[in-house]
């Protein structure tokens, strides 16, 4: 068997699927971890939704921010323009409540005790282990499984509070997890999330660093695998694996195992 991180898809399908030959990827005795964002700016989100979903547990997936998006969408929250044309498509579709009630119990942070690999979307807090990452995770999980989740969505957006504190409650101390875990790139040294910078970290300002270099973080014992910036791209090491590397910007859709030496598999974009 083998475990494969494939980056973030972006609605990105026919690159999915060849990536997917290429790598004789089978379903019966293979896994794949997504690292969110299924949906958006691509062509064929809706096909990508439902393509993932058909695959049910070979694949392990966590939420992004552009999913998220899309079920605030539905229930008529989230502002709209053209950045999200492709989503229309799933709202549309006869079964769109199917394939976000699939979505929405989905989790936003995944941890393999076996590969020692924890999977989020964007990064982790330094403040957190892996531990109470799950568990902070879980908060916002249940947040979105319950019959009233839309009360949670109508104030999941804001870039407020931007530290975390343990005395956190309610909405602030939802939307802080949601973005650490899907939103989260630039951090000062103080570990305030900084939401301005989305380019290269050699780019940033002076007092930010990617969460990954904040001193005395307490997730280092574990391995961590994400995507969301597309712009670091690639990165491959011992403790933090990289793996959106731009495919909805015509770059590449990347591959990485995890079960073996970090073997990488690559497919060009268009």
């Given at each position: 068997?083998a475990v494969?991180a494939i980056g ?18 089978d379903?019966?005795?293979d896994r794949?971890?997504?690292t969110g964002?299924l ?5 064929k989100?809706?096909?990508?939704l439902?393509?993932?979903k058909?695959?049910?547990?070979a694949v392990t997936?966590v ?5 998220l ?7 008529d ?11 229309w498509?799933?709202?549309?579709a006869?079964d769109c409540d ?12 995944h ?5 020692n690999t ?7 807090p ?5 531990k109470?990452t ?5 908060e ?6 319950q019959?009233d989740y ?11 509070p931007d530290?975390w504190?343990?005395d956190?409650?309610g ?18 040294p ?8 989305k380019?290269l970290?050699?780019?940033a ?11 005395k ?5 574990s391995r961590i695998?994400f ?12 403790k933090?694996?990289?793996?959106d590397?731009?495919c ?5 859709l990347t591959?990485?195992?995890?079960d073996?030496?970090a ?5 060009r974009?268009?």
């Amino acid at each position: 068997m083998a475990v494969y991180a494939i980056g973030d898809l972006q609605g990105c399908f026919d690159p999915f699927r060849r990536l997917l030959d290429k790598l004789d990827f089978d379903p019966v005795t293979d896994r794949i971890w997504l690292t969110g964002d299924l949906v958006n700016r691509g062509p064929k989100s809706l096909k990508t939704l439902r393509f993932v979903k058909s695959l049910g547990d070979a694949v392990t997936l966590v939420l992004g921010n552009h999913d998220l998006h899309l079920l605030a969408m539905a229930n008529d929250i989230a502002v709209t323009n053209n950045r999200f044309d492709s989503m229309w498509k799933i709202l549309a579709a006869d079964d769109c409540d199917e394939l976000l009630d699939w979505l929405r119990f989905k989790p936003l942070a995944h941890y393999s005790p076996e590969l020692n690999t924890l999977m989020v979307h964007a990064g982790v807090p330094p403040q957190w282990t892996i531990k109470k990452t799950l568990k902070r995770a879980a908060e916002v999980e249940s947040a979105l499984q319950q019959d009233d989740y839309v009360r949670f969505l109508k104030k999941m957006y804001g870039d407020l509070p931007d530290k975390w504190s343990g005395d956190l409650q309610g909405a602030d101390r939802l939307r802080f997890i949601v973005n650490s875990l899907t939103r989260m790139r630039m951090i000062s040294p103080g570990g305030r999330l900084n939401f301005t910078h989305k380019g290269l970290p050699t780019a940033a300002g002076k007092g930010l660093v990617p969460w990954f270099q904040a001193p005395k973080a307490r997730w280092t014992d574990s391995r961590i695998v994400f995507g969301h910036w597309s712009a670091l791209g690639l990165m491959v090491k011992k403790k933090l694996i990289s793996v959106d590397t731009g495919c909805v910007w015509g770059r590449q859709l990347t591959a990485v195992r995890l079960d073996q030496s970090a073997e990488v598999t690559k497919v060009r974009c268009r």
